[in-house]
């Protein structure tokens, strides 16, 4: 079976998520996860139009393969996702069909450039439909009137039954009447900010009554003029249109209305054929008898795609301007009302004369129409275009990422397209302090020529194993790798307070005495020998566990452990919360096993609270 669309990830997650996008739109894509799968389901098969290769983190790994799959595949399109540092390597990688996107996740974007790359292969030109007429009409006209009328009644006998197949198999639109659109959920910290979003489309739906009169007014201009005036389908801008593109023997204009394009980008597939015309004039026409005028463009609105990601008229008015939609002046409108049908070709981040142009069209068509004044005209077109994209600088990215984990594991892929508004336990303002705490500390290192470290910290709520704050690196750009939740490392003395724990447990009290002197271990059966030894090679001889304690005394710790056991010690670590193995030997009593910064974080909450906690990123999620 031919499939026009592949995708490949080592990541299930991230392959089905682009998957599932794609087929949002009528695009089948299956995945692969593996180089076998893919190889296999290529073999023998006609070349895909697009594949779509999801390498992030692990860029040098998939180099080879990727060599060979764009040798094999001449004519396709890879569309490929990558992290910021590979980006040289990937723009100087030899294949000349290639889009590169380094977003953390971005599948409504490669949907975008999918639907571009598949339209862009199945354009038409009307004058081959002239050419065709024509010689039907030359042939028709050889024969007598009975033969002729025949042909035309047989014609209109199979175009009425494939116009009455077409009808009979319409989507059910009812669905509308309960409309639920992907949005964005959003993550907040326990103080109200917003920290990120997570989305296959980034959009946030408004009722109709929240867009301002002259926001919807600038679309009804520039789409479907005569909006109030048909009830679907504008006859008299259909033949215009057909004119139109008949005198420029090519398709230079639209005749759909607002209604037939809510119908196409809800119900159709984005291709160009007879049937799916047929289907999207029935579509109209049931659209425009369900629903009220206001209904149909507030669902248009909050559906349209207007570049840069945002999907929705809020979405888009927060993305080119920085603010919700109800705050929108009339150039602003304009703009946005300007963009859907060629939200790349006149964004104002491109071609800003372009984008001029066409902004200052739909005004002039709004003055055409009545919807402003003369003086509104000339004031609206003397403002700027933003220049730069308003984006959010989303925080503690490492904290972000913990939290996303989390969700996927009790969302799934809800947590993408169901609007959640999740509350989490960061402190906004501990996080700050955090976050300039580890960046001062990398300073200070630097400045003592200490380089290629990295840093990180966690804070806790003691009472109730709340996360705070968490820094999990240096610069998350850089590296993604959590230092706090994923890095094994050494603890040493940090790990001493279980050894002396689980001698309480077993009836010791601080009082009690140990033998702090020079000890030797023997290991290899024999063959080897360590001896520990303390700072500055200093011994107390026999001490109080407070004392040994208070002074990290190496020696009074292990023979502390030779009295209670490794078996016990392991045990108590295990029931703080501890996951990671510890070695059953001596050294992993100084610290010697490597454990996460989580582990031991929350091993010393257990200490401190007289119980153990579970780390909690969550505080409570609004669905």
Request: aromatic content about 10%; glycine content about 6%.
């Amino acid at each position: 079976m031919f499939h026009p669309v592949i995708v490949y990830s080592p990541v299930e997650i991230r392959a089905r998520i682009i998957s599932e996008t794609l087929k949002t739109k009528g695009i089948k894509a299956p995945f692969f996860t593996t180089h076998f799968e893919l190889d296999d389901a290529l073999t023998g098969r006609r070349a895909p139009h697009v594949v779509i290769v999801d390498v992030k983190k692990n860029l040098q790994g998939e180099l080879k393969f990727l060599t060979k799959l764009s040798q094999s595949l001449p004519e396709t399109t890879f569309i490929i996702q990558s992290d910021p540092s590979d980006k040289a390597t990937l723009e100087n990688f030899p294949i000349d069909n290639k889009i590169v996107d380094f977003d953390p996740i971005a599948p409504e974007h490669i949907l975008a450039e999918v639907e571009t790359i598949l339209i862009s292969r199945r354009r038409f030109s009307i004058k081959r439909y002239l050419r065709i007429l024509k010689g039907i009409y030359q042939g028709v006209s050889r024969f007598f009137f009975k033969a002729l009328l025949i042909v035309i009644t047989l014609i209109a006998g199979l175009c009425g039954g494939y116009i009455y197949w077409c009808v009979a198999t319409l989507p059910n639109i009812s669905i509308l009447k309960d409309y639920s659109p992907y949005e964005a959920s959003k993550l907040y910290t326990q103080d109200n900010k917003l920290l990120t979003e997570f989305y296959v489309e980034r959009r946030t739906f408004v009722p109709y009554d929240t867009i301002p009169v002259h926001v919807m007014e600038a679309f009804i201009a520039v789409e479907d003029a005569r909006y109030y005036r048909h009830h679907g389908i504008d006859l008299l801008r259909i033949m215009s249109a057909l004119w139109t593109n008949i005198q420029r023997g090519a398709i230079v204009q639209g005749g759909s209305t607002i209604t037939q394009q809510l119908a196409k980008m809800l119900f159709l597939k984005p291709e160009k054929t007879i049937t799916r015309k047929i289907k999207e004039v029935a579509l109209s026409l049931k659209i425009e008898n369900s629903f009220t005028k206001k209904e149909i463009i507030a669902l248009y609105l909050n559906h349209a795609y207007f570049g840069e990601r945002a999907y929705g008229i809020e979405a888009a008015s927060q993305v080119y301007f920085g603010k919700p939609v109800r705050d929108l002046a009339i150039a602003e409108a304009a703009l946005l009302a300007a963009l859907p049908k060629a939200p790349s070709t006149y964004s104002p981040f491109g071609d800003q004369k372009r984008a001029l142009e066409r902004r200052n069209y739909a005004l002039k068509r709004m003055l055409k129409a009545g919807f402003i004044s003369e003086g509104t005209y000339d004031e609206a077109t003397r403002k700027p275009l933003p220049e730069k994209v308003h984006r959010r600088s989303f925080n503690a990215p490492y904290f972000v990422d913990y939290c996303r984990t989390a969700l996927e594991g009790r969302y799934g892929d809800r947590l993408y397209i169901s609007g959640l508004t999740i509350y989490s336990t960061l402190d906004y303002g501990m996080q700050q302090i955090a976050e300039r705490a580890v960046q001062r500390g990398m300073e200070r290192l630097k400045k003592r020529k200490v380089t290629d470290v990295q840093a990180a910290l966690i804070a806790v709520d003691l009472k109730t194993g709340k996360i705070k704050a968490m820094v999990g690196g240096a610069d998350f750009s850089d590296s993604q790798f959590n230092r706090v939740t994923q890095a094994q490392r050494q603890p040493g003395s940090v790990f001493k307070p279980i050894v002396y724990l689980t001698a309480l447990k077993q009836g010791l009290t601080p009082e009690d005495t140990v033998e702090d002197s020079k000890t030797f271990f023997m290991w290899n059966k024999g063959g080897d020998v360590w001896a520990p030894e303390n700072y500055n090679d200093v011994y107390h001889g026999t001490v109080t566990l407070t004392k040994a304690m208070a002074l990290s005394l190496n020696s009074a710790t292990l023979n502390l452990a030779r009295k209670v056991g490794l078996k016990d010690i392991i045990k108590t670590a295990k029931d703080l919360g501890i996951k990671s193995k510890i070695y059953p030997f001596y050294p992993s009593a100084l610290g010697a096993s490597e454990l996460t910064l989580l582990e031991m974080a929350y091993a010393y909450t257990a200490l401190a609270h007289g119980d153990r906690l579970n780390p909690m990123c969550i505080e409570r999620i609004i669905d």
